[in-house]
Each structure stands twice: as C-alpha cells, then as structure tokens.
C-alpha cells in the first residue's frame, strides 16, 4: 500500500496522513518506531484510537513537529472519520458511543452479557480453550437467535449490520458495559496471531467472556481492537 508522508527534508519523514484502515501499531512498525512513542509526540491519550485524515507527526521531525502542521492535535475528538485501532474492516460505520453507559445498558446488552458468561463457564470455565469465536457465537445465537459464523478476526465481518453497529470507544470503556462484543485482529500467542481473538464484556470494568471468563481482559499483545453494540 502506498502512504502520503510529507518531508521536510529529503530522506527525513516529518508526517504521514491516517488512512482509513490505520492503526497505531501498524504505523509504529511501518516507520521503525513504538506505539508510545507515537502517542508521545503526537499528544495521543487513547492509542487504541487514532482518525483518518488526521496528520501523524513521526519521530525525527524538527522538534517532533510535522512540517506546516498547525500545532493543534490531530487527534481532538470531533475530527471526521474516527477509527478505533483496527479500522472499521466488514464496512460496518464507526459512530460514537451511543450514549451508553455503565448503568444504561439496554436490556438485549444484558441478555448478551449473561448467555456470554453462561457460555462461557459451559466451556472453558477460566481456562481458554482456544474457541473463543465459538463462545462468542453461541452467547448470540442463545441471546438472539442469530448464527454468526467465523474465527476470532472474521466475527466482526459477519456480525449483522442491522444488527449490531461499530462503535468507537476504548477497551477501558467498553469493559465497563455489558454485553458490547470484543475483536481483535491479532494477539500475541501462535493461533491468535492467525485467528484473533473475541469476548463479550461482562460489564463488570475488566472481565469479558468467549470459551471462558478472561478476568483481566487487556490489549497487551492485542492490535486491531473493535467494539460492537447490539441494537436488538
């Protein structure tokens, strides 16, 4: 894929312009840097989101500044096009929370979250079995009726757009919720890296549930993360 990098001098990188697909983790490997260091210079709070057609100032630029960048910080909520760190892939719209909080889970959120947990503790209890995306699938289909298929890194694909909707929030957020579903396009363990991983979050501020209950449920080794709402 081709990038848009301006340079302020030859050979010296200074931006690059977000496209829509981009994340975070992607970009600091593509330039030879770290995700928190991109945060760094780039005032960055939530790595997990970033905004297409945004400027990303790179490291190695005069002063971490992007050349003619106005010095406002790119990534100021209200910018078009958000993105969480793993894009918006199977073409689903990313749109703010919804107004959702902690206490305001709709009703079908809840279903969700309690077949999550049920089935959850019928496979795996807190151990992984290394079927998260059937977990999470048979959570939906018990919670409505609804069959979706795939592997941890395709559910977010098949998820019934009239359905569910993207939407754009942290992890830290979303686990506070219950009954939002969890992808990830890659983790850090040898079928993870291959198939992703998903959960549905309990709601309870750091547990989530698939082929078992993950008590501690991080990004650490994650990238490609995206929160889906039920609108059931």
């Known amino acids: 894929m081709s990038t848009s990098i301006n340079s302020s001098r030859r050979g010296a990188s200074s931006s690059y312009l977000i496209r829509k697909g981009d994340t975070l983790s992607e970009l600091a490997a593509r330039f030879k840097t770290s995700v928190k260091e991109l945060a760094r210079i780039n005032n960055i709070a939530n790595p997990d989101l970033i905004y297409a057609g945004a400027t990303l100032r790179l490291p190695g630029s005069a002063g971490g500044r992007a050349t003619g960048h106005s010095g406002k910080d790119s990534f100021d909520s209200g910018k078009s096009g958000p993105r969480g760190s793993?894009?918006?892939?199977?073409?689903?719209?990313?749109?703010?929370?919804?107004?959702?909080?902690?206490?305001?889970?709709?009703?079908?959120?809840?279903?969700?979250?309690?077949?999550?947990?049920?089935?959850?503790?019928?496979?795996?209890?807190?151990?992984?079995?290394?079927?998260?995306?059937?977990?999470?699938?048979?959570?939906?289909?018990?919670?409505?009726?609804?069959?979706?298929?795939?592997?941890g890194n395709q559910i977010d694909n098949n998820l019934p757009r009239d359905k569910f909707k993207q939407v754009n929030m942290s992890l830290e957020q979303a686990l506070k919720i219950p009954g939002l579903v969890l992808t990830w396009e890659s983790t850090s363990t040898r079928l993870g890296s291959i198939?992703?991983?998903?959960?549905?979050?309990?709601?309870?501020?750091?547990?989530?549930?698939?082929?078992?209950?993950?008590?501690?449920?991080?990004?650490?080794?994650r990238t490609g993360f995206k929160v889906f709402m039920p609108l059931i």
């Open 86 to 151: 793993g894009g918006a892939s199977g073409g689903g719209e990313v749109s703010g929370s919804g107004g959702v909080a902690p206490g305001q889970a709709t009703p079908a959120m809840r279903r969700l979250a309690e077949a999550g947990r049920q089935a959850a503790l019928g496979m795996g209890g807190y151990n992984s079995q290394g079927l998260c995306a059937t977990g999470v699938s048979r959570a939906i289909q018990n919670a409505f009726g609804i069959k979706v298929w795939g592997n």
């Open 195 to 221: 198939y992703g991983h998903t959960a549905i979050t309990t709601g309870d501020g750091h547990s989530s549930a698939s082929d078992f209950i993950e008590r501690n449920t991080t990004n650490s080794g």
